[in-house]
């Protein structure tokens, strides 16, 4: 019995997802030329507060799949924090399976030790997202702003208020993971037709 180009080609498809299956590595999903389909998940590391969105590139605009922050409480030692972080994001993984990542790139400090302590949650964001076997990039937090508000020194109610307008959210989301929504969209509008800004893989 003869079979389509078409079906040839969805057998393949199958095929490759079985195997995928069996494999330990996460096969990525590919998306078209406008990135249709793609589920991208957005980070803002903060050691006490880190916040985590997930869009998925459809039409008529990006759809928010989840979203929200992993708060660790003050008395909480800072091992323990990076710890709660790791497996909070490897739970989102597992659950949503997103296909590529964004992180917030680290921004200049005058603290040393507050700049020190953002780079381990940074870390520890990382090696979750690592471990899945993503493709991780990272965008600098003047150029989300520009990117998604037009202005790069937007304050975060801005940022906040129009990530809700373009994913059209009931509700305005908290500012961490308003923040973690708008590094996904910002890579989103990368894929699609135009590219504002250019991420860089980390």
């Given at each position: 019995m003869g079979i389509t180009p078409?079906?040839?080609?969805?057998?393949?498809?199958?095929?490759?997802?079985?195997?995928?299956?069996?494999?330990?590595?996460?096969?990525?999903?590919k998306?078209?030329?406008?990135?249709?389909?793609?589920?991208?998940?957005?980070?803002?590391?903060?050691?006490?507060?880190?916040?985590?969105?997930?869009?998925?590139?459809?039409?008529?605009h990006p759809r928010a799949v989840t979203f929200g922050t992993i708060a660790s409480p003050p008395k909480w030692e800072?091992?323990?924090?990076l710890?709660?972080?790791?497996?909070?994001?490897?739970?989102?993984?597992?659950?949503f399976k997103p296909d590529v990542c964004v992180v917030e790139s680290l921004f200049y400090a005058q603290n040393l030790q507050t700049a020190?302590?953002?780079?381990?949650?940074?870390?520890?964001?990382?090696?979750?997202?690592?471990?899945a076997g993503l493709e991780i990039y990272e965008i600098a937090p003047r150029k989300v702003k520009q990117a998604i508000v037009g202005?790069?020194?937007?304050?975060?109610?801005a940022v906040a208020k129009m990530v809700q307008r373009m994913l059209v959210l009931?509700?305005?989301?908290?500012p961490d993971a308003a923040d973690?929504?708008?590094?996904?969209?910002?890579?989103?509008?990368?894929?699609g037709s135009y590219s504002f800004t250019a991420p860089k893989r980390v």
């Open positions: 078409k079906q040839f080609e969805q057998m393949q498809t199958r095929l490759k997802g079985s195997k995928a299956g069996r494999g330990s590595a996460r096969q990525p999903v998306a078209n030329e406008n990135g249709a389909g793609q589920i991208i998940l957005g980070i803002d590391p903060s050691l006490r507060s880190t916040g985590y969105g997930i869009v998925t590139v459809a039409r008529p800072r091992s323990r924090c710890l709660h972080i790791a497996d909070s994001l490897r739970k989102v993984l597992k659950e020190l302590i953002m780079g381990e949650a940074r870390g520890a964001s990382l090696v979750a997202v690592a471990e202005y790069g020194g937007a304050q975060k109610l009931k509700d305005t989301p908290a973690a929504l708008a590094l996904a969209l910002t890579h989103a509008q990368n894929i």
